[in-house]
């Protein structure tokens, strides 16, 4: 019996992308020895994304879809799409074509030699703009640096996991998530594929700058204690700082020449520095109080509003 790849594509509104993202995935397992799935999953997209994905659906039933009942992020999407895959190994992607689908006969093969995890380093995003590229590549210098765990510059949530690296990927409880990072963090035996993203054919890209550091920001607070550690450091620099800084004028005053500082301009002094401390650290610990607040409140990683193509071999939770 053939083993049976699933394909996971995160869409939000990608109607002119859809048809050719499908249709370069069949054209790659055409000419493999392959059973294969390929589950879009829509995130609350507001153009025709959907009409597009019941088209298809509708003349290849290995093309399925999941319908979110609004956008909940590419982050939870994915996972979506991870959580109800049925294939022997499970690769996610982007439906822009940034991530070109010729490089899963790579994939595969890695696989069949024994890789467990097989991840993408993009090396050029054509398109990409330069403030983009730095901010990146500051994201990945600090991260690696703050987090215990590494992650390449460059990659990309385009990667092969083997199901058993999925299946404890599903165990995962947490809300906020960056998906790559906590694959990363799993381990198994991985190897690296590089590549060159394409400029996208169709419409621009959906992740803002919000988002990503929105994404940057969680990715902090959830691999990385630092934060709040930093919280310690600077309180204790700052104390330091302060308090030398106060010795000096208050020696000067008393000993040298009395009207160098005024009583004002050292309570002055002073209460910026408090305030300082206190805001830096009620910044930091916020938080990590935000993330307790959305793991506690413990509401779905995402609604699932309609299925395309799940029989009922396959379960798949409403609610997640």
């Known amino acids: 019996m053939a083993k049976k790849i699933s394909v996971v594509i995160p869409a939000y509104n990608e109607e002119k992308n859809i048809p050719l993202v499908s249709q370069a995935i069949v054209d790659v397992f055409s000419s493999l020895p392959y059973a294969y799935e390929i589950i879009f999953v829509n995130d609350g997209s507001s153009d025709n994304s959907l009409l597009e994905l019941l088209r298809l ?12 009942s609004r956008n909940f992020g590419k982050e939870s999407a994915t996972s979506a799409g991870c959580h109800v895959a049925q294939g022997d190994a499970i690769i996610t992607m982007d439906a822009d074509l940034q991530h070109p689908p010729a490089l899963i006969l790579k994939f595969l093969q890695l696989w ?14 054509k398109g990409s703009s330069w403030i983009k590229k730095i901010f990146s590549k500051l994201f ?3 991260f690696n640096r703050v987090s215990g765990m590494r992650t390449e510059s460059g990659s990309t949530d385009f990667r092969l996991m083997d199901k058993k690296v999925i299946e404890v990927f599903r165990k995962f409880p947490e809300r906020e998530r ?5 694959i990363d963090w799993m381990g198994y035996k991985r190897e690296k594929v590089e590549f060159v993203a394409p400029e996208r054919i169709h419409g621009n890209a959906n992740y803002s700058y919000n988002k990503l550091f929105q994404l940057a920001l969680n990715s902090f607070t959830s691999f990385s204690l630092l934060p709040l550690r930093l919280a310690g450091y600077f309180g204790i620099f700052i104390t330091f700082v302060s308090g030398l800084l106060l010795a000096i004028m208050l020696i000067t005053d008393w000993f040298f020449n009395p009207t160098t500082f005024t009583p004002i301009a050292i ?5 910026m520095f408090l305030i ?3 805001l830096i650290s009620l910044g930091f610990i916020a938080l990590y109080i935000a993330r307790i607040h959305n793991e506690v409140i413990n ?8 299925k ?13």
């Open 57 to 68: 659906g509708q003349s290849d039933h290995r093309i399925k879809c999941l319908d979110f």
């Open 112 to 125: 069949e030699q024994g890789a467990e995890v097989v991840y993408t380093v993009r090396k050029e995003n």
């Open 140 to 142: 990945y210098f600090i």
């Open 178 to 182: 960056m998906f790559r990072g906590m």
């Open 267 to 271: 309570l002055g002094v002073s209460n």
């Open 276 to 278: 300082g401390i206190v």
């Open 299 to 306: 509401r779905p990683l995402y609604i699932v509003r309609e």
């Open 308 to 320: 395309v193509n799940f029989d009922g071999e396959e379960k798949v939770d409403q609610l997640m």
